[in-house]
């Protein structure tokens, strides 16, 4: 089946053969039809494996199931579409991986080095792949946390982004394969619900809001941690890959859009919906997100691609606001 969308010069000038794996998530589902945008609707090859994919992405461009586990499936993807580029995007991520930390290590680590190993024999030129805020722990300074620090993650998680974060440098150095990384923090999105993270509590609290005006938070009120909007994630993974790689002095790089609290995103959102109410349980994810950084220097970034995100907590929640109640 061919796919059409327009193609600028611009986009015939850099094109690309992507692959997309863990396209039904939080972050696939939004990125693949902005890479389909970007690179031509044929050229981003979507995959999946358990989580139907969205409508728009299975009728914009090609689709396939795809087990990252499996590596001989990954040659055969690789070798039959011609792949290039590769967003690997399936995780398990933080709170899910405490319930099941062999899974989370099996499909997190084995996932990724079946990847790196595969990428190596077939060419591919750049392979995109984030990492967290979760490879920082306890031990790290909370504050402006640097990019080059103490990572001593104490979730198995942030230990597989950690051990993920080493694989990238050392097959940058030893084969030089181009992997690049961002240490996302947690992503707030309008279109799919994220699943199994601390940080899950931003986007919830939007649906509940709208929804039912009431909302029990798993964080306590004061709980800051690092976050941003999916329209400036989006920004960082073009940008990061298409970055000069003669400037790139790393492989991994801390980014922020904002930091806030339970507590202050809920203000916000009563300047919108004046009768929502919260109240705060926090649970088991509480822990984890006290071993997490409050705020994130991301200056490498900005120095090196030119990392410059848009919106901070006040422009985020009135777009969540607006999207979400006309949908809802
Ligand atoms: N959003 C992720 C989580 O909460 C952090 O990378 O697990």
Known sequence: MIYTNKLTFQNLINMRRILVIGAAGQIGSELVPFLRNKYGNDNVIATGRKTPLPDVIKKSGPVIYLDALERNTLSRVFYEYDIDTIFHMAS?????????PQTAWDINMNGLINILETSRRYNIKTIVWPS???????????????NTTVLQPTTMYGITKVAGELLAEYYYKKYGLDIRSMRLPGIISSETLPGGGTTDYAVEIFYEAIKNMKYTCFLKENTVLPMMYMPDCLKSMIDLLEADNSKLKRRVYNITGMSFSAGEIAAEIKKYIPQFEIDYKPDFREEIADSWPKSIDDSLAREEWNWNPSYDLASMTKDMIDILSKRL
Do not use: D
Request: aromatic share 4%; charged share 15%.
């Open 132 to 146: 967290s805020i979760a490879a920082f722990g306890p031990t790290t300074p909370r504050e402006n946390t640097p």
């Open 92 to 100: 398990i991520l933080s709170a899910t991986g405490e319930k099941m």
